[in-house]
């Protein structure tokens, strides 16, 4: 029973990350593949559960789809971090608040969610 | 204080270099650039800014607010007078409430909030006028529209595009009385060029600011882009203004990568707030 409630949590975070690139993602580093699958989620944020945008998004490089920064230097990898972080805490999922990869070069969704799930 | 800043220098290049290939424990943006200085002197300029990566950052959140906090380091510098600095600081930021959306998730998609925050030194690179400052502000991100398909670069937020961005911020400090080894105070350097400590702040005394920047940019086809910036500070205390504008056209070679860039700068910001132009063309390499 604990695999089958991680899995859960697993595939609830990995459709949290969706989202949240959609909303921090550098839309000149997006495929053409990718930038519909984002608008996809624009229109509607329930369009983070679909299989074919997840299927699109969860191979995306997170290092590149999410370069950017503020005006203060802060990087959009950390926006997009703590964003998830939040989301996650919302729905009862506990990541971890240390230790992420920095930068994301190479790291997917699904990576990336094994890595911080606490 | 010479010795710090070789040591720093030395630190700065070592780590990157020494794990290279490794997973790197730092990040950042080296540029080494020719300078004109104030005083018509040719120099090489050097600029860092380095994000350790040491697992010191840390990220927080509750059901209202998310947030990051972590070290940085950024250092300026150059040969004759080129204008200088050094700024080491804890920094984060709070991503203040956003309405909730369909699935009671953070809406993220609209006008988002961030209060940056910070507290560090700056000084120049003899350590003449190091400043305790305490920072927060607010820069706020655009909301994200629908993506153009065929000018997607069109389609950045504003404030987390390179070209469009706006930050408030308010500064309160202590600026310490350091003399150097001949005994003369930071104040009493004059005709510097670049070096010049223009600033009104006074040694031994406390200083608050409000900061001001706006960027906003055009770019060419990915390939060229125009950068101008500008800084205000009001010195509260003092009742004087500064300023610092840049101008830099930067042609990348990979994009993200490498790039040249092409500066004019009026104003040399803190510590020292100097008045003086300075001319550069330059080399950045991201790592």
Known sequence: ?118 | MRWVNAALLCWIFAIPCSKAAAQTPVGGEISWTYIRTELERDALGFVAEVLPKLNQASYFANDNFAGYLGPSVEVRTGGDDAFDSFVARLHGFVLLPRPLDEEGEPNNFGWVHVIPFSLGLETDRSFRTPIMLAEAGWTPIGPRGKIDENHPERSQRFGLAPDRAFGLFFQAGYKFDFRDSSGVASDDLTDAGGLTNSSEEEPDHGIARVKGVIVYGISLADRVSILPRATGWYDIVNSEVYYRLEARIRVNIVLGKSALDFGYEKGSGVPNFNEGDQFSTGLTMAF
């Not at chain 1, 369009?47 to 995306?60: C, G, I, Y």
């Not at chain 1, 999410?66 to 939040?86: C, K, M, N, P, Y």
């Not at chain 1, 729905?91 to 994301?104: K, S, V």
């Open chain 1, 1 to 118: 029973m604990p695999n089958a409630n991680r899995e859960r949590q697993l595939t609830e975070v990995q459709r949290i990350m969706r989202k949240q690139l959609a909303a921090w993602c550098n839309p000149a580093e997006l495929t053409p593949e990718e930038i519909t699958a984002v608008n996809e989620i624009i229109a509607s944020g329930a369009a983070a559960r679909f299989e074919d945008v997840a299927v699109v998004l969860n191979a995306a490089d997170l290092g590149n789809v999410l370069s950017g920064q503020t005006i203060t230097g802060e990087s959009t990898e950390r926006l997009f971090a703590a964003s998830v972080i939040q989301t996650c805490h919302r729905r009862g999922i506990t990541l971890r608040r240390t230790g992420w990869p920095e930068p994301l070069d190479g790291e997917t969704i699904l990576t990336l969610s094994e890595l911080v799930l606490a």
